[in-house]
């Protein structure tokens, strides 16, 4: 199920939000501004982002500048008010994926959401299928001929954020910030540990291999195309 984190401060909105994603198969968080925003994101993977403009503490724009700034690369649909093209063109700037004007057509709004999953890549049953390897983003799991390995939850989000983007290179930070959090007080050691364990698990595995580049971060290489 994926996870739609709905950042909102109208609280009419925001369960409205909520509830027609929720009827519509999405796990809908609840966000009451952009700072709550990222508090949740320390906590939860998060795949797409419903974001308000108009907030307290934290506006859209600047979630949205904070995330992209971070290497976040996540879709985000902006939701507001402001209709005129100079709004519209901030938002787009900041890093936004697509934009609605209120009122908003909820209907709509879960199409947009399909289409941006699809736009980033992301399966619609959340599964990599990479020669006879296959991960199940629910389970977290590590199928290989056949024979199934349930990951800690880290390690299957750190392989499969690199088996997603095959050849991309990530930063250590950049992977630390995306699935220990932001604001998170782990340091890039962790993420050199976590690579390690993964490397001793699929060792034996043909179809992909995590390579250092030296002096940037990791990568995944696929071995079968």
Same mark, same amino acid.
């Given at each position: 199920?994926?996870? !739609?984190?709905?950042?909102?401060?109208?609280?009419?909105?925001?369960?409205?939000?909520?509830?027609?994603?929720?009827?519509?198969?999405?796990?809908?968080?609840? *966000?009451?501004?952009?700072?709550? +925003?990222?508090?949740?994101?320390?906590? *939860?993977?998060?795949?797409?982002?419903?974001?308000?403009?108009?907030?307290?503490?934290?506006?859209?724009?600047?979630?949205?500048?904070?995330?992209?700034? +971070?290497?976040?690369? %996540?879709?985000?649909?902006?939701?507001?008010?402001?209709?005129?093209?100079?709004?519209?063109?901030?938002?787009?700037? &900041?890093?936004?994926?697509?934009?609605?004007?209120?009122?908003?057509?909820?209907?709509? %709004?879960?199409?947009?959401?399909? +289409?941006?999953?699809?736009? +980033?890549?992301?399966?619609?049953?959340?599964?990599?299928?990479?020669?006879?390897?296959?991960?199940?983003?629910?389970?977290?799991?590590?199928?290989?001929?056949?024979?199934?390995? !349930?990951?800690?939850?880290?390690?299957?989000?750190? %392989?499969?954020?690199?088996?997603?983007?095959?050849?991309?290179?990530?930063?250590?930070?950049?992977?630390?910030?995306?699935?220990?959090?932001?604001?998170?007080?782990?340091?890039?050691?962790?993420?050199?540990?976590?690579?390690?364990?993964?490397?001793?698990?699929?060792?034996?595995? &043909?179809?992909?291999?995590?390579?250092?580049?030296?002096? %940037?971060?990791?990568? *995944?290489?696929?071995?079968?195309?």
């Amino acid at each position: 199920m994926f996870n !739609i984190l709905v950042v909102e401060d109208n609280e009419d909105m925001r369960e409205l939000f909520c509830t027609v994603l929720t009827d519509s198969g999405y796990h809908a968080i609840p *966000a009451t501004d952009g700072l709550d +925003a990222l508090e949740i994101m320390e906590q *939860a993977y998060i795949d797409l982002i419903v974001a308000d403009i108009m907030m307290p503490h934290m506006d859209g724009y600047e979630l949205t500048k904070a995330l992209r700034e +971070a290497d976040y690369d %996540l879709p985000i649909l902006m939701v507001t008010a402001k209709d005129q093209f100079d709004d519209i063109q901030k938002g787009f700037r &900041a890093g936004a994926d697509d934009y609605m004007i209120k009122p908003i057509n909820v209907k709509e %709004l879960v199409l947009r959401v399909e +289409a941006l999953l699809r736009r +980033a890549k992301i399966s619609s049953e959340k599964k990599i299928v990479i020669g006879s390897t296959v991960l199940n983003y629910d389970a977290l799991t590590v199928t290989i001929h056949g024979e199934e390995t !349930i990951l800690p939850q880290k390690e299957f989000y750190l %392989l499969y954020k690199l088996l997603s983007y095959p050849n991309k290179i990530f930063t250590r930070q950049q992977l630390m910030d995306e699935i220990w959090g932001l604001f998170s007080e782990t340091d890039e050691r962790t993420v050199n540990t976590h690579i390690n364990r993964l490397r001793d698990r699929f060792r034996d595995c &043909a179809d992909f291999e995590i390579v250092t580049v030296r002096g %940037l971060g990791y990568k *995944a290489v696929k071995s079968i195309e």
